[in-house]
């Protein structure tokens, strides 16, 4: 007898042991999700090498935990305040006038004293910059633009962009465009932790990424730009993925790209593989099979926030990596918290617990205010760090966890290294960002929820990357869920669409 999803779904759950406040898992096999929409387009969008991306590298670390205060809007604690002001002083640069903000030239030097539709994406410097070209108006216009879960506009360096804030930047010229319209009355801001702001009025052009085009896409001129962003001379704007509770276009809240084209798309989702020192990739309406090993376990997202939020159950240290210090290795900890996926981010923010834990393995290690975070000797190999998701467990191997040198401006001559992974006390949620988007494969599957059909509505799937798939001699403190004879979550949705890449 053939069990409907929801039954099969159930019966596995019913058995797996899960403690309470665990997310429910479903794990699916790759050749189980099926095309939803017969005809309908996916798309690769390979990352692109940042060639402008020429800021110093000396505080690396600390800047990149500014920028997750900066772009959720905290409030930016006293010592990290003062170990910016030194890393200010330390590249020869400009403290900004108000130093409580610290707005305006936080990140970069703004004064110194002294046939898939593929569009290609290589990481920048230490992995910081992933960009895509993106195709905006009739004729297109080309910008290359950052991909972020994290946020929910599409904003983009225009005509309408001050030359003063303007560096280098492709812009979006709507006069030139034979499509583009005025949204009479829109406008849009955001306000940053730093206290500076984007802002600027809204227009409808047809975007195309990857092959794959919207008519009418919500495009948000910038009027005005952060001068973080003026200083990032290759990147022209954001795309943001996140969900449209968020977006910042008032009085009505526009739709994002993926908002507009999922009903046009084979699979109503996207991918991101994203990889240490080399091209990653993210995938619209499919799933590359070479990307990950193993079945994709599902979980439900909380789009609340307008984040893609799910639930987190705690952490193993991994055997092999026992120390005198440390007698809890190899034994499940339990953290329960919630968390975002944020390709935006660049760093992985977890709960306090989590993090001491981990830096208690290492040698020397420890957390410095001078340098604003978790800091360890440079000579030293990490540790792995095995991250529970209800019954899944993501394996983030220590390499990735070596960020950036602390104490001067390359890792041939840093005697300190500054960690990857640091604390998000104080903010609403944990950050996964793209230290473990390195280590994993994770799909965003849209969609509207339906309570009596499991598989529809927002989910995220996580599944090992080849090389961090857990060892077999690790022992796992709860089961896997195992899917038997289980017909596609994805495939009975409603259909809708058109394509680059056709899947007949």
Request: glycine fraction near 10%; hydrophobic fraction near 35%.
């Given at each position: 007898?053939?069990?409907?999803?929801?039954?099969?779904?159930?019966?596995?759950?019913?058995?797996?042991?899960?403690?309470?406040?665990?997310?429910?898992?479903?794990?699916?096999?790759?050749?189980?999700?099926?095309?939803?929409?017969?005809?309908?387009?996916?798309?690769?969008?390979?990352?692109?090498?940042?060639?402008?991306?020429?800021?110093?590298?000396?505080?690396?670390?600390?800047?990149?935990?500014?920028?997750?205060?900066?772009?959720?809007?905290?409030?930016?604690?006293?010592?990290?305040?003062?170990?910016?002001?030194?890393?200010?002083?330390?590249?020869?640069?400009?403290?900004?006038?108000?130093?409580?903000?610290?707005?305006?030239?936080?990140?970069?030097?703004?004064?110194?004293?002294?046939?898939?539709?593929?569009?290609?994406?290589?990481?920048?410097?230490?992995?910081?910059?992933?960009?895509?070209?993106?195709?905006?108006?009739?004729?297109?216009?080309?910008?290359?633009?950052?991909?972020?879960?994290?946020?929910?506009?599409?904003?983009?360096?225009?005509?309408?962009?001050?030359?003063?804030?303007?560096?280098?930047?492709?812009?979006?010229?709507?006069?030139?465009?034979?499509?583009?319209?005025?949204?009479?009355?829109?406008?849009?801001?955001?306000?940053?932790?730093?206290?500076?702001?984007?802002?600027?009025?809204?227009?409808?052009?047809?975007?195309?990424?990857?092959?794959?085009?919207?008519?009418?896409?919500?495009?948000?001129?910038?009027?005005?730009?952060?001068?973080?962003?003026?200083?990032?001379?290759?990147?022209?704007?954001?795309?943001?993925?996140?969900?449209?509770?968020?977006?910042?276009?008032?009085?009505?809240?526009?739709?994002?790209?993926?908002?507009?084209?999922?009903?046009?798309?084979?699979?109503?989702?996207?991918?991101?593989?994203?990889?240490?020192?080399?091209?990653?990739n993210y995938n619209f309406g499919f799933l590359d099979t070479t990307e990950f090993v193993g079945p994709i376990s599902f979980v439900d997202v909380d789009s609340s926030k307008g984040f893609w939020q799910f639930e987190a159950t705690g952490f193993t240290l991994p055997a092999s990596n026992c120390t005198e210090s440390n007698n809890k290795t190899g034994v499940f900890q339990s953290v329960p918290h919630a968390g975002i996926a944020d390709t935006g981010t660049t760093l992985l923010m977890l709960p306090q617990p989590i993090v001491d834990a981990y830096y208690t393995q290492i040698a020397k290690a420890r957390s410095d205010n001078n340098y604003g975070g978790y800091v360890f000797p440079c000579n030293t190999d990490l540790p792995d760090l095995i991250l529970h998701i209800g019954s899944y467990q993501a394996r983030l191997t220590g390499d990735l966890i070596k960020y950036a040198p602390a104490d001067t401006d390359d890792f041939a001559t840093a005697k300190w290294c500054y960690g990857g992974l640091q604390s998000s006390q104080g903010f609403p949620f944990a950050i996964y960002g793209d230290i473990f988007f390195k280590s994993q494969f994770v799909v965003f599957q849209g969609g509207e929820l339906d309570k009596n059909d499991w598989s529809k509505g927002a989910k995220l799937g996580f599944a090992a990357k080849p090389g961090t798939e857990l060892p077999k001699e690790t022992k796992v403190a709860q089961g896997i869920l195992p899917i038997n004879n289980v017909t596609s979550i994805l495939s009975r949705r409603r259909t809708g669409g058109a394509s680059s890449r056709r899947t007949d």
């Amino acid at each position: 007898m053939k069990l409907s999803i929801v039954a099969v779904a159930t019966s596995v759950l019913s058995t797996a042991g899960l403690v309470a406040g665990d997310p429910n898992v479903i794990q699916v096999r790759a050749e189980d999700l099926k095309v939803r929409k017969h005809g309908g387009h996916s798309f690769k969008i390979s990352q692109i090498f940042n060639h402008k991306y020429q800021h110093k590298v000396k505080g690396k670390g600390i800047r990149d935990v500014a920028k997750v205060y900066q772009k959720f809007n905290m409030e930016f604690p006293d010592h990290l305040r003062e170990a910016l002001i030194k890393v200010f002083g330390d590249l020869s640069l400009k403290v900004p006038g108000n130093i409580n903000a610290l707005n305006n030239g936080l990140f970069g030097p703004s004064e110194t004293v002294g046939n898939q539709g593929e569009v290609v994406s290589t990481p920048v410097q230490f992995d910081v910059q992933y960009l895509a070209p993106v195709q905006i108006g009739t004729p297109p216009q080309t910008v290359n633009m950052n991909f972020d879960t994290g946020s929910s506009d599409l904003w983009v360096f225009s005509s309408e962009t001050p030359a003063k804030q303007r560096n280098g930047q492709k812009i979006y010229n709507m006069t030139e465009s034979t499509t583009a319209g005025r949204v009479d009355g829109h406008v849009w801001r955001i306000s940053y932790g730093d206290g500076s702001s984007s802002s600027g009025n809204v227009y409808t052009d047809k975007v195309s990424i990857g092959g794959v085009e919207v008519e009418k896409q919500a495009v948000e001129v910038a009027t005005h730009v952060s001068n973080s962003f003026t200083n990032d001379a290759a990147s022209s704007g954001l795309v943001g993925l996140a969900f449209d509770s968020i977006n910042q276009v008032s009085p009505r809240k526009q739709k994002t790209f993926f908002g507009n084209a999922i009903e046009d798309l084979a699979m109503p989702l996207f991918s991101a593989n994203l990889n240490k020192a080399e091209p990653g990739n993210y995938n619209f309406g499919f799933l590359d099979t070479t990307e990950f090993v193993g079945p994709i376990s599902f979980v439900d997202v909380d789009s609340s926030k307008g984040f893609w939020q799910f639930e987190a159950t705690g952490f193993t240290l991994p055997a092999s990596n026992c120390t005198e210090s440390n007698n809890k290795t190899g034994v499940f900890q339990s953290v329960p918290h919630a968390g975002i996926a944020d390709t935006g981010t660049t760093l992985l923010m977890l709960p306090q617990p989590i993090v001491d834990a981990y830096y208690t393995q290492i040698a020397k290690a420890r957390s410095d205010n001078n340098y604003g975070g978790y800091v360890f000797p440079c000579n030293t190999d990490l540790p792995d760090l095995i991250l529970h998701i209800g019954s899944y467990q993501a394996r983030l191997t220590g390499d990735l966890i070596k960020y950036a040198p602390a104490d001067t401006d390359d890792f041939a001559t840093a005697k300190w290294c500054y960690g990857g992974l640091q604390s998000s006390q104080g903010f609403p949620f944990a950050i996964y960002g793209d230290i473990f988007f390195k280590s994993q494969f994770v799909v965003f599957q849209g969609g509207e929820l339906d309570k009596n059909d499991w598989s529809k509505g927002a989910k995220l799937g996580f599944a090992a990357k080849p090389g961090t798939e857990l060892p077999k001699e690790t022992k796992v403190a709860q089961g896997i869920l195992p899917i038997n004879n289980v017909t596609s979550i994805l495939s009975r949705r409603r259909t809708g669409g058109a394509s680059s890449r056709r899947t007949d």
